[in-house]
T-cell receptor
Framework: GENVEQHPSTLSVQEGDSAVIKCTYSDSASNYFPWYKQELGKGPQLIIDIRSNVGEKKDQRIAVTLNKTAKHFSLHITETQPEDSAVYFC???????????????FGQGTILTVHP | DGGITQSPKYLFRKEGQNVTLSCEQNLNHDAMYWYRQDPGQGLRLIYY???????QKGDIAEGYSVSREKKESFPLTVTSAQKNPTAFYLC??????????????FGPGTRLLVL
């Protein structure tokens, strides 16, 4: 089955700096890669996703890059703010013919702390 | 106001007791999922259902059971066979079967504690 490794497990930055979180996956058939942000005591919220036919996607201060050959993808947050502090999870899934096998495999999570 | 609701927010289980966690969604999503989250770990899939009256085991289904009698509801029962039930349980849904996208939307979670 799919295995997703996420690094680093903790990341501490100063407000205004950039933050990068990296994930690698094992199943070359995976083609959908979402990123979730989870605040303390709450459910995860999708912040950005990318499909394997795209190499990069941006949404304001957040961007995701995908390298299919190396089987890794990364989350980039620029101009970090204290409210970006949370746990971030990457995930991988196989989407086939418009449906999904229903299995998102998650990384272990990264605790991001942004210091004012 | 659309979304996913989970209840209760906190649940206490006694030894040998079965407990049921509720998950309801009004997003008209076909697929629903249950995940378990332990400290320092990612989310692990317990069960999922892509259509009413059908569900499949995930990676850690032992000690759990589910039902999907209605599209809006996907309750999870933690049975006495689950020896380490203390965790944060998350329910999710997605509209994947109608090309609505494979994005999974999560509820606020239920924290289960053993007395």
């Amino acid at each position: 089955g799919e295995n997703v490794e996420q690094h680093p497990s903790t990341l501490s930055v100063q407000e205004g700096d950039s933050a990068v979180i990296k994930c690698t996956y094992s199943d070359s058939a995976s083609n959908y890669f979402p990123w979730y942000k989870q605040e303390l005591g709450k459910g995860p919220q999708l912040i950005i996703d990318i499909r394997s036919n795209v190499g990069e996607k941006k949404d304001q201060r957040i961007a995701v890059t995908l390298n299919k050959t190396a089987k890794h993808f990364s989350l980039h947050i620029t101009e970090t703010q204290p409210e970006d502090s949370a746990v971030y999870f990457c995930a991988a899934s196989l989407i086939a013919g418009g449906t999904s096998y229903g299995k998102l495999t998650f990384g272990q999570g990264t605790i991001l702390t942004v210091h004012p | 106001d659309g979304g996913i609701t989970q209840s209760p927010k906190y649940l206490f289980r006694k030894e040998g007791q079965n407990v049921t966690l509720s998950c309801e969604q009004n997003l008209n999503h076909d697929a629903m999922y249950w995940y378990r989250q332990d400290p320092g770990q990612g989310l692990r899939l317990i069960y999922y259902s892509q259509i009413v009256n059908d569900f499949q085991k995930g990676d850690i289904a032992e000690g759990y059971s589910v039902s999907r009698e209605k599209k809006e509801s996907f309750p999870l029962t933690v049975t006495s066979a689950q020896k380490n039930p203390t965790a944060f349980y998350l329910c999710a849904s997605s509209g994947l079967l109608r090309g609505q996208g494979e994005t999974q939307y999560f509820g606020p979670g239920t924290r289960l504690l053993v007395l």
